[in-house]
């Protein structure tokens, strides 16, 4: 018996999306389908949890928790709900290493504060180790295709991510916390230090969509191994046909980081799909 | 300086910008630049910054600005319709142009090199407007009238956020000197559009009305999520489509009653939709001869737009009746015996009515191509396909074309929505960057009689046109000043 069917089995993977209905902004939906889909092609039992205004987040209720980035107001909407409900339950979830994505403006809501340049700071939850500062609306937004090398990538696994980024704020991550990459392509956090994103225990914060996961099957299958892992004590996840997705991922490559050594060969369809 | 030296220096400004404007033009039409509808304008404003408003103000009729996410252009080609059967002679950006210099190039073909505009006493300017370009063609036109059909997420890149266009927007109403006179009119149903004729008794507001139409819930990505009064939470009683509907929030705002309503919706394939117009003046039943529900909204802004000019009901109705569409948007072709409708979608809500539209003629089995563009004109970002409902099209698809710059992103997209997978094994799948390439392919696919929904982006759909005009299986769309726009991608 593998591995697989024995998680299968018994286990159902929780996926919490924070705010789902309000943080919407860059198609972060495709997140979620990409982290859905990819588990029910293994048969593995998923549930994606919506994790609104008024809910709170359990200690070991969720095997994975995905935020994403949402117009000004509607953030500023739910800033009261994030510090009184959901603040301790996704402190106490990062700390007890639950794999978390958290992507533009909801990366910058886990740092320490974002300083808007006209007005007061705004604090942040203080959970990943960093702050942003938005320089004002003079100086250029930070937008367009962002390649990263992935520092954290798992052995053998490509270190490629591709994605896109469109952000004003620049964010500078502290001594105590780690950049998800090294820019090979794009602005990242700053545009300055050649970073982008920060990685605390199984916790993602990145600028990146596009959406991300979609065009990175080998990010998303990380965060779907922690999480598995998680409910079922271990995972090995099988192999997916994933020419599309590398296919996607390779146009990028090609267009901003050609020397890079290239991720798969060029690809066909999957059969049964293509004639 | 004396008033007379000003206008007399400020009319030779323009001229000679006018003059250097038209040789812009003739030279790119010359080296085979495109129809230069935007050259020109670009010349003219660096030139001279003030022939915008020079020019624009001596329109005896005065402007009428059209502007919103989708149907800017369909709406302001319906209201020239209008107006032309009211009367009116209409300056119109008709090729869809509608950035500050598309505008300029407009008025520069009715412009003399002594700076005046050569036009006669019933023109009235209809100008088609981007949104970013709304703040300065409004504070430089002294536009009469802003026709503003929806705010949707449309090129983040490029605009920003929904809520930093309407707050952009208000700034620039603010701005306006006291004597600028100024109507709003705006869609009831868009929670966003329609605050912004708070507290202006003037504005007209037009709205569907039907229960039979549209869903219990916005589409998934919304924009409009919080009342525009209070900040509290927005609930629907019926979404018509996207975030458009009767809404209404727990403090008692609420959608504000129209003053033009469309009502008893009936649709009727791709040859468009039946539905009764209600006004002051009594109501009608209008067929309006192109599909989905969106250009219903864009008929009755055009009618809300003529009633606040003052136009009889009688002729606006029968310019609807007569309306064939614009180029690019449900535009029908006939190649070797097939039917090609081309759809022209470029974000979420668009491209879910697109994808609603071919399913909602009812069978399955349909023969599709989607093209996905990321020029400048498209967006560079093509994160929206996520947002999309391509899920719309699981089981209903036979042959499946994926193509356009960014084919790879859009064929993990309809991978993801279990579209590739629900094609029968008699069906095809295919991918290709090559659109021209990918068009022939799809056309010789689909059965002789049969029809092909391509389904484009913005340069997409300039690049089949402009192909198939090439190849003679369409005819040229030409504009007022015989322009070919086919050859133009504007921005």
């Keep these: 018996m ?95 290493g639950v794999p978390v994505l958290a992507v533009c403006g909801s990366y910058q809501l886990l740092g320490h504060y974002y300083d808007p340049g006209t007005g007061p700071r705004l604090a942040g939850l203080g959970i990943f180790d960093m702050h942003t500062v938005h320089p004002g609306r003079s100086v250029r937004r930070c937008i367009g295709d962002v390649v990263v090398d992935w520092i954290g990538a798992p052995f053998r696994s490509p270190r490629s991510v591709v994605g896109f980024e469109n952000h004003g704020g620049r964010t500078f991550i502290g001594s105590g916390a780690r950049a998800f990459g090294r820019v090979v392509s794009g602005n990242g956090n700053n545009g300055e230090d050649g970073t982008e994103g920060v990685v605390q225990a199984n916790a993602i914060g990145t600028y990146l969509h596009g959406s991300l996961l979609p065009k990175n099957p080998h990010l998303a299958d990380y965060l779907i191994g922690k999480a598995v892992t998680r409910r079922t004590g271990s995972a090995r996840l099988e192999p997916l046909d994933d020419h599309l997705e590398w296919q996607a991922h390779q146009t990028i490559l090609d267009r901003h980081a050609s020397h890079l050594a290239p991720v798969a060969g060029r690809v066909k369809l999957p059969r049964g799909s293509a004639r | 300086m004396d008033g007379l030296a000003s206008v007399s220096s400020r009319k030779w400004r323009t001229g000679l910008a006018v003059a250097m404007g038209r040789m812009a033009g003739w030279v790119s039409r010359a080296v085979g630049r495109g129809g230069g509808t935007a050259l020109p304008g670009l010349v003219v404003d660096r030139l001279d910054p003030g022939a915008l408003a020079h020019l624009s103000r001596q329109l005896p009729g005065g402007v009428v600005m059209v502007t919103g996410t989708n149907g800017k252009t369909t709406t302001s080609h319906l209201i020239r319709a209008m107006l032309e059967a009211s009367g009116w002679v209409p300056i119109h950006n008709a090729s869809g142009s509608n950035l500050t210099r598309g505008i300029l190039a407009t008025l520069l073909r009715h412009a003399s090199v002594t700076g005046s505009l050569d036009v006669p006493e019933n023109a009235i300017g209809v ?31 490029r605009y920003g956020e929904v809520n930093a266009i309407a707050q952009q927007w208000r700034d620039a109403f603010a ?30 507001r037009f709205g569907i009305d039907d229960p039979e139409i549209g869903r219990d819930a916005p589409d998934h990505a919304s924009d409009a999520n919080l009342c525009p009064d209070c900040g509290s939470r927005l609930q629907y009683r019926r979404v018509t489509y996207g975030h458009l509907g009767a809404y209404f929030c727990d403090k008692g705002h609420a959608r504000p009653t129209p003053d033009v309503v469309a009502d008893v919706l009936e649709t009727n394939g791709w040859d468009g939709t039946a539905f009764t ?215």
């Excluded at chain 2, 409004?138 to 997420?153: E, H, K, M, P």
Aim: proline content about 3%; hydrophobic content about 45%; aromatic content about 6%.
């Design chain 2, 277 to 491: 117009l209600k006004t002051s003046g009594g109501a009608r039943r209008i067929s309006l001869p192109v599909p989905g529900t969106y250009n219903v909204y864009n008929a009755i802004a055009g009618v809300a737009a003529c009633a606040a000019l003052g136009c009889d009901l009688e002729p606006v109705a029968s310019a609807i009746a007569n309306f064939h569409g614009v180029f690019g948007r449900f535009e029908r072709f006939t190649i070797d015996g097939r039917r090609l409708v081309m759809v022209l979608a470029k974000n979420p809500v668009g491209m879910n009515e697109a994808l609603r539209t071919v399913v909602g003629r009812g069978g399955s089995g349909h023969y599709v191509l989607v093209a996905l563009n990321d020029h400048d004109a498209d967006g560079r970002d093509v994160s929206w396909i996520w947002d999309a409902d391509f899920e719309i099209l699981a089981g209903q698809v036979t042959q499946l074309t994926i193509s356009g710059h960014r084919a790879d992103d859009l064929a993990v997209r309809l991978k993801y929505a279990g579209v590739i997978g629900s094609i029968p094994s008699s069906g095809t799948a295919t991918v290709s960057a090559d659109l021209t390439g990918a068009l022939d392919g799809a056309v010789a696919g689909t059965p002789v009689g049969g029809t092909l929904v391509a389904i484009v982006t913005y340069t997409s759909m300039l690049e089949i046109r402009s192909s198939l005009v090439r190849r003679g299986h369409a005819k040229a769309y030409w504009d007022d000043a015989g322009v070919n726009t086919t050859a133009v991608v504007p921005r």
């Design chain 2, 127 to 157: 100008f088609e407007t981007d949104e970013a370009a709304v703040p300065r063609v409004l504070r430089d036109s002294r536009a009469r009238l802003l026709v503003v059909t929806n705010l949707f997420r449309d090129q983040l890149d």
């Design chain 1, 2 to 96: 593998t591995l697989r069917s024995t998680a299968s089995a018994r286990a159902k993977v929780r996926i919490g999306h924070l705010y789902g209905d309000l943080l919407n902004l860059y198609a972060d939906r495709g997140n979620i389908l990409v982290l859905t889909r990819r588990c029910e092609w293994r048969h593995i039992a998923v549930e994606v949890v919506s994790i609104g205004m008024g809910d709170r987040i359990g200690s070991g209720e969720f095997d994975l928790l995905f935020m994403g980035g949402g117009q000004d107001g509607d953030q500023q909407f739910l800033g009261d709900d994030l510090f009184r409900v959901k603040a301790d339950g996704l402190r106490g979830a990062v700390n007890d």
């Design chain 2, 175 to 204: 701005a306006l000197p006291g004597s600028h006179d100024l109507r709003l009119v705006l869609n009831a149903d868009d929670p966003t559009v329609s605050a912004l004729g708070r507290g202006l008794a003037t504005t007209i």
